[in-house]
């Protein structure tokens, strides 16, 4: 079966997109929502823009769609975006890395049982820890582009999630009672390699900007 | 021994239906053992102490094609609960019939008797499209009854027989465990 993969770059989609191909799913394009409402319940990625090189390295053909972000806006404009897919790409149905939230994978059900296609949630309701253990596991580069709850601040930016970052993001959960993958907004990642990669991406770039405990950086890649 | 039921199709739904409700007896060190419900055979229900069967998604409907592979459920006289899809083929193979209603995400849905915890309103995680109606059929009895008058949780009357039409491993996973304590 083809899947179109609801991509944002950052660590879930990338590791869903990852499990859909080992379990035999082909990857028949990315589909990436770049939204213009920083406060977007649906899509809030900083460096959303970085998609395009990943989708290069991954030699996976991108729909990339802008929206204004407003509430049901949004959500016309992702069915739209799917519609794309299954035309262009013939896909039977979308692979997304929905984790915890109701509000995300729901709507994103709703669509697809609209479009009569398939939709898989692989990480869905897996344990945070377990999932970064899984990251590192399987090769995944990930840094840290944004940081958005207490006590995280700007030292956690462009941080890579490693052995360090686990135990050091466990503590934080512990103590504060913040999701340790960052589920709950508390922050947002960037896949600069995997298995899905041909080659690795650099940063050749940042600009970080924000105060206290929110920070973002628009990151460029090579 | 706890036999957990894979009524999927698809191999990647396995993460979605099936591995959370093995996380959550991982998690509280109750021992499981996993079959796709085509391969389960008599050695398997011998050893197995009770059964979940596990849902799957809105269009990985093989299992309805297939209801002859759970035959073995009319005479079964160990705990079943069937969650979702499971609950289905609990009801097809007590006489019911297959009923056409969406239900996608969270429901407050007012439990008249207590099941498994759950007693007077409470929030459940809903993925279907499909249904059956219980309340026809006199061999069960029904604990929760949707605003659309579906059958939301049931019991069979003379048998550990369970059904849950939402998923609890979401946002009930006590259900499961008392499940599994029965």
């Known amino acids: ?222 | 021994m706890n036999l957990i039921i894979n009524i999927c199709k698809e191999k990647l739904h396995y993460f979605e239906f099936v591995k959370p409700i093995c996380d959550i007896l991982d998690n509280n060190k109750i021992s499981y053992f996993v079959k796709d419900y085509k391969r389960v055979g008599k050695a398997d229900l011998e050893k197995a102490s009770k059964v979940i069967i596990c849902g799957t998604s809105l269009y990985d409907n093989e299992f309805i094609k297939n209801i002859k592979k759970f035959k073995w459920i009319i005479d079964f006289d160990k705990p079943i609960l069937g969650i979702c899809g499971g609950m289905q083929i609990i009801g097809l193979l007590f006489g019911g019939k297959i009923g056409k209603e969406s239900e996608i995400g969270f429901y407050n849905e007012n439990f008249t008797r207590e099941f498994f915890g759950l007693i007077g309103e409470c929030e459940v995680y809903h993925l279907h499209n499909n249904y059956v109606d219980f309340s026809k059929l006199k061999e069960f009895e029904v604990f929760c009854v949707g605003d659309l008058g579906i059958s939301q949780a049931i019991k069979h009357n003379e048998k550990d027989v369970y059904g849950v039409l939402f998923h609890p491993e979401v946002r009930n996973k006590d259900l499961i465990i008392k499940f599994c304590s029965l």
């Not at chain 1, 990669?197 to 890649?221: D, H, P, Q, Y």
């Open chain 1, 1 to 222: 079966m083809k899947l179109g993969v609801l991509f944002s770059g950052g660590k879930d989609s990338t590791y869903a997109a990852y499990l859909a191909k080992k379990k035999g799913y082909k990857l028949g394009c990315l589909i990436s929502i770049v939204s213009e409402n920083p406060d977007s319940f649906m899509f809030h990625t900083p460096s959303i823009n970085c998609v395009e090189k990943q989708a290069e390295v991954m030699g996976i053909p991108l729909i990339m769609i802008r929206t204004s972000g407003e509430k049901e806006k949004e959500l016309w404009d992702l069915e739209n975006a799917i519609k794309i897919a299954i035309n262009k790409y013939k896909i039977k149905g979308i692979v997304t890395g929905a984790v915890e939230s109701v509000y995300q994978s729901s709507r994103i059900q709703i669509i697809c049982n609209k479009l009569k296609i398939e939709c898989f949630n692989p990480l869905w309701q897996k344990g945070q820890l377990e999932l970064l253990s899984e990251l590192i596991k399987n090769r995944f580069e990930v840094i840290i582009t944004s940081v958005a709850a207490y006590p995280f601040n700007v030292s956690w930016i462009l941080r890579k999630i490693d052995g360090k970052f686990i135990r050091d993001v466990s503590k934080l959960a512990d103590k504060y009672e913040i999701n340790p993958a960052g589920e709950g907004g508390e922050f947002e990642s960037l896949v600069l390699n995997c298995p899905l990669f041909k080659k690795k991406l650099k940063v050749i770039g940042f600009k970080t900007s924000g105060s206290g405990n929110a920070f973002r950086s628009e990151v460029r890649l090579r």
